[in-house]
């Protein structure tokens, strides 16, 4: 199993990034998907997930407005779009699959997690 995520990288605030988790050795249209973000010094926050087919969106507040989470089943890839980025978006953002929706939300009880990508917003 590998989820590998990229796109990260410096961007300024009030720009733009997206980021790709391309996954591989799992069914990928069979489990939900979630980005999870951590900044320094800072404990795990859910940012967004996604359902396996695509059919539901969830964001966290912090995001809502500013970020879209999208799936590719055919490539077996997740994105996140992120606009109008802060500095308090600054963190390594993790793309994640889990199996059943009520732990969409909660990072420690996803299946698989891939290695992360850094994302720093600073002038």
């Known amino acids: 199993v590998q989820l590998v995520e990229s796109g990260g990288g410096l961007v300024q605030p009030g720009g733009s990034l997206r980021l790709s988790c391309a996954a591989s050795?799992?069914?990928?249209?069979?489990?939900?998907m979630s980005w999870v973000r951590q900044a320094p010094g800072k404990g795990l926050e859910w940012v967004s997930g996604i359902y396996s087919d695509g059919s539901n969106t969830y964001y966290a507040d912090s995001v809502k407005g500013r970020f879209t989470i999208s799936r590719d089943n055919a490539k077996n890839t997740l994105y996140l779009q992120m606009n109008s980025l802060k500095p308090e978006d600054t963190a390594v953002y993790y793309c994640?699959?889990?199996?059943?929706?009520?732990?969409?939300?909660?990072?420690?009880?996803?299946?698989?997690w891939g290695q992360g990508t850094q994302v720093t917003v600073s002038s």
């Open positions: 994640a699959a889990w199996s059943r929706i009520a732990t969409m939300t909660l990072p420690y009880e996803y299946n698989y």
């Open positions: 050795g799992f069914t990928f249209s069979s489990y939900g």
